[in-house]
């Protein structure tokens, strides 16, 4: 089973795929919290290190109604919706790099005359993040080409980015707040912020919230998403998009979050063992700073 090492909290930013630099970071800090209405988020427990930013404010929410990612391939100039972002820092050199989990879709014979499908068929996701591609094939079984590491030439070109970021962003900061955007059908985002105290690496995952459970008898909310890009914080992977795991996301306070991590794990019956599938599975817990935004300006 696949667990995640020891984490922690902590930001930095801006919006490209490419790594960032320190003055980079001070700048957008500055201007995405001059442009979205996000008061400074405290952490819970006092565990957010002392920093002279905040970095999710240096990390304005994507429209992910409007963001794709454009390949230049002439053979096929594939389009791919962005599900979820995930920016990876690096507090000592005061890089970022964001990576981008896009949706999935099923194993096809490409512009063919009939039979568009493979007989045998796999689950297909691409991640994309500074020169490279992490692909996910999830077949019926164990695979050996579950995931693939290429450079963006090998695959469909150079990519176009083509990310809208949100025209206005509003933190929710209160469960009326969070009740009354969910019931009013306004699109939300969610921020989470994870950390590794012994590597200095730090990440924010940010994704739209598909399912947002609301309880009015207990006042309280729950959001369950994915797939989204976890990353393993633990150590320093070459290159480093292969930290990278598929899982769902799931938290309901602002200072932790679950994750169930896409993993081979057994199929018992009867007590025994008969195979072994991808499936998300052996969930945990971490340390997190999470914060919900709804996109517009909520209802009052």
């Known amino acids: 089973m696949w667990a995640p090492g020891p984490v922690a909290l902590s930001g930095d930013g801006k919006d490209t795929a490419m790594k960032t630099t320190r003055r980079e970071v001070l700048l957008a ?5 001059a442009s979205l209405h996000m008061p400074s988020v405290q952490a819970a427990d006092g565990e957010m290190p002392s920093a002279e930013w905040d970095p999710m404010d240096a990390m304005p929410p994507l429209d992910y109604g409007l963001s794709f990612i454009c390949n ?6 594939v389009r791919f919706w962005v599900e979820s972002r995930t920016r990876i820092i690096d507090a000592a050199s005061g890089t970022w790099v964001d990576y981008y989990q896009c949706g999935s879709c099923k194993s096809e014979h490409t512009f063919a005359e009939r039979d568009l499908f493979m007989q045998d ?9 500074g ?4 692909i996910f094939r999830r077949p019926a079984r164990l695979s050996e080409t579950y995931r693939t590491i290429k450079s963006v030439q090998d695959m469909w070109g150079p990519p176009e980015l083509r990310l809208r970021e949100a025209s206005e962003a509003t933190v929710l900061e209160t469960w009326e707040q969070i009740r009354d955007a969910t019931a ?9 912020e994870l950390w590794d105290e012994d590597t200095g690496l ?8 598909k399912t947002m459970n609301v309880s009015l008898d207990k006042r309280l909310y729950q959001v369950d998403t994915g797939p989204i890009a976890y990353p393993d914080l633990s150590r320093n992977y070459e290159p480093q998009i ?10 309901n306070a602002p200072h932790f979050a679950d994750f169930v991590v896409e993993q081979p794990t057994p199929v018992v019956v009867d007590g025994e063992e008969k195979t072994q599938i991808y499936h998300f599975s052996n969930p945990f817990s971490v340390p997190a700073r999470n914060r919900v935004l709804a996109l517009g300006r909520p209802e009052t």
């Open 242 to 251: 292969d930290c990278l795991r598929l899982a769902f996301i799931a938290f």
């Open 184 to 192: 009013d059908a306004t699109p939300i985002v969610t921020q989470t």
């Open 72 to 77: 230049t391939a002439a053979f096929n100039a």
């Open 202 to 209: 730090r990440a924010i995952i940010e994704c739209p919230t």
């Open 131 to 134: 020169d490279s591609w992490l």
């Open 29 to 33: 800090a500055a201007a995405g919290a």
């Open 121 to 129: 068929n796999y689950d297909f996701l691409p991640i994309l993040g």
